[in-house]
């Protein structure tokens, strides 16, 4: 089906957006009046350049409070839609989206509302235009979709038809079966977009949170399929509205638009991908700095030893039980300090993996490989982070490598439980996005964590079994580098007795404060000694209907600090309860980059 997306989802000139739409590799564009009123361009110019870029304008829109009116204003209506209409046929567009009235001076009269619609759509026929009536959620009269048809099927004119709008309809939490009920081609046009389920008033959520396919809580597929089973043909179009999208760069979010779209298709079932390779754990996690020898120090400390080391490249590979860190030392974190910058995840058929990025316009990442090193695809994640697809026979990458001898005693770690990495404060949405569908990730709800600055915004995303986790967050201040640490969590079977072995070699842990332990005795009722264990030693404690789950933090090192975990049941989570009181703790402690 042709892809579509409104000029007014994106930020920008007219112009601008345009060219955005067209590189992203969209077939055709909604025209949004107020971006058309605010270009110094003509309508000519205007459809030339669409033309150039290879865009269809699919729409132009909106035509507001038209119908079921008195007399008076019927004419003054149609004196207004005339004008619009000559416009669209210098703009070069031949169907024009008309939406329920919010007017204090539209009447409850659907006959009058027919009535009207057919006199509108037969003006616009002389003008070769066509008219989509759309139930706006907020109509004074008419807000849902099964409304609109019965006004639209009342009027029987051939230039007349629906516009379905799946904010619109899933808002007010109607049932898009019934979309079913209407013939194919009365369905003019399918506009789409997602939003957060969130308790507001409509108007304010639909103009300030829509979001793509996919980002949200909506069912969308739900509406495309009943659409195209109902013999809809036209486009799927876009309209989002959405503050941050309007602020971030054009043309990224206009990849992430189509992104959402094929994706889409997929699970509507009216396109098919390939299939998506689930990554089955954790082959590696990269650590770049200039100078990493605090990492190497804090992984000592943990009981982790340099096992490899690369003939080609400075980099080198530390272990313990099956977690993997990568050391990379490069000049060009001198500013940044130590951060993640790759991640390797066990992929049962890497180039499939790959196949699945591209067709979902991942960016592959090219590699400079040395001779006889492994090959090893990658992504880019929306953050930047590089996302390595690892075959599962070994020894696969780990051959790269030229083998040192273990010299640090083991402490209990391992696996990597997960990785939390924060992303762009305006890519938030695209980044859970790629997550679930290029990796085939399954998303948490998202968290609101209370930090004293603020509140950061944190999504998980994992695997079935749990054997891959990331967590995706958002930072209060979206300048504030410093707000914006990552962390990579290592697993064990008995964190205090890790926690001793650590200390016992001179690592230490981030210091919490007293107040938390005592909060813990009042929410929980736990044995006075493991209480008294867990104060000892900095330890965090959860639980859930699952299981329970301790927790311990490093110092950071840069803007990378570790986590310790132990999961005793099935314990879901992540420590959420926790979050304000370490956010607390790591500002008052905070150390400066390397």
Known sequence: MRKSIATVSLSGSLSEKLAAIAAAGFDG??????????????????????????????LYQPFRDFEAVPDDLLARNLRRA??????????????????????????????????????????AGEFGIRIAYEALAWGRHVNTYEHAWRIVEQAGHPGLGTCLDSFHILSRGSDPKGIEAIPGDKIFFLQLADAPQVAMDVLQWSRHYRCFPGQGGFDVAAVVAHAVRAGYRGPLSLEVFNDVFRQADAGRTAVDALRSLIALEEAAGTAVLPEPVVPSGFAFAELAAADTEPLRGLLGALGFSRTGRHPGKPVELWQQGEARVLLNTTAGHLRDGASITALGLDAADPRAAVRR????????????????????????????????????ELPGWRGDFTPSAATAEPTGITAVDHVAIPQPWHHFDEASLFHRTVLGLRPDESLDLADPYGLYRSR????????????????????DA????????????????????????????????????????????????TLAELRELDL?????????????????????????????????????????????AQHAGRQQPI
């Open 357 to 392: 990025a591209e067709a979902l316009l991942a960016p592959v990442v090219p590699r400079r490989r040395t001779f006889g090193e492994a090959p090893l695809d990658a992504v880019a994640a929306p953050d930047g982070t590089e996302l390595f697809f690892c075959g599962t």
């Open 482 to 529: 410093e707000a914006r640490p990552q962390h990579i969590a290592f697993a064990t079977d008995d964190l205090i007795a890790a926690a001793r072995r650590i200390r016992e070699r001179g690592g230490s842990f981030l210091r919490i404060p007293a107040n938390y332990y005592d909060d813990l005795d009042a929410r929980h009722e736990l044995d006075p000694a």
């Open 540 to 584: 965090l404690y959860d639980r859930d209907e699952y299981g329970e789950f301790l927790h311990c933090y490093t110092p950071t090192v840069g803007r990378v600090f570790f986590e310790l975990v132990q999961r005793t049941g099935d314990y879901r989570g992540y420590g959420a309860y926790n979050a304000t009181v370490r956010l607390a």
């Open 460 to 479: 998980a995303v994992a695997n079935a079994t749990g054997t891959v986790r990331i967590a995706l967050n958002v930072a209060p201040g979206p300048e």
């Open 82 to 123: 005339e004008r619009k209409f000559a416009l669209m046929q210098r703009l070069g567009a031949d169907l024009l989206l008309v939406c329920s009235s919010v007017s204090p001076e539209a009447l409850d009269d659907d006959a009058l509302a027919a009535e009207q619609l057919h006199r509108l759509a037969e003006l």
């Open 29 to 58: 564009v909604e025209i949004f009046e107020n971006d058309l009123l605010a270009s110094p361009l003509a309508p000519e110019e205007v459809r030339m350049r669409a033309a150039d870029l290879g865009l269809r304008i699919e």
